[in-house]
């Protein structure tokens, strides 16, 4: 068992995952053929994960969706991802459940609060960036994820 969250260089490892509808998923049929920032919710209901998650279906970068480049992890079961993607019905595809995903890649319940993070990550599961927090706030950067994704020389732009 990990004792502390993946950094990068490391494999983020096979997870297991439930679709909202109760089916299986793969992780290598969720990531995109480049890097994939892969999202890990802190619970489902949890306001700070859903303003980011609002800010990422906002933001487009390179004439595409950072959307669909995304997969967003909510800790339980098809039920939650429901939940989730009935709040975030563009990323419904692209959302999943796990009741072990977050202990497998280091993210652990601390004072009480699940942690939450962002990592990017190459078609091969490498970690090239790992962004983690217990409090939510910080487990998000727009920037600091376009970056990683590649897209440095793209203007972000944001819509409301």
Not at 31 to 57: A, I, N
Not at 71 to 79: A, C, R, T
Request: net charge negative; aromatic share 4%.
């Amino acid at each position: 068992m990990r004792t502390s969250p993946l950094i990068p260089g490391e494999s983020l490892p096979e997870l297991e995952l439930t679709r909202s509808d109760g089916a299986v998923a793969e992780l290598c049929d969720l990531l995109d053929k480049d890097r994939t920032l892969v999202y890990f919710m802190r619970t489902p209901t949890c306001p700070v994960c859903h303003s980011h998650l609002r800010q990422m279906t906002r933001t487009t970068f390179g004439g595409g969706a950072l959307a669909r480049r995304i997969v967003v992890v909510v800790p339980g079961d098809s039920n939650d991802a429901a939940t989730v993607a009935a709040r975030h019905p563009e990323l419904s595809d692209r959302i999943v459940a796990s009741a072990t995903a977050h202990e497998s890649i280091g993210l652990f319940v601390r004072a009480g609060l699940q942690q939450s993070g962002t990592f990017v990550v190459d078609s091969a599961r490498t970690v090239l960036t790992a962004r983690t927090a217990t409090i939510p706030l910080g487990s998000f950067n727009e920037a600091e994820a376009l970056e990683a994704l590649g897209e440095t020389n793209a203007p972000a732009t944001r819509t409301a």
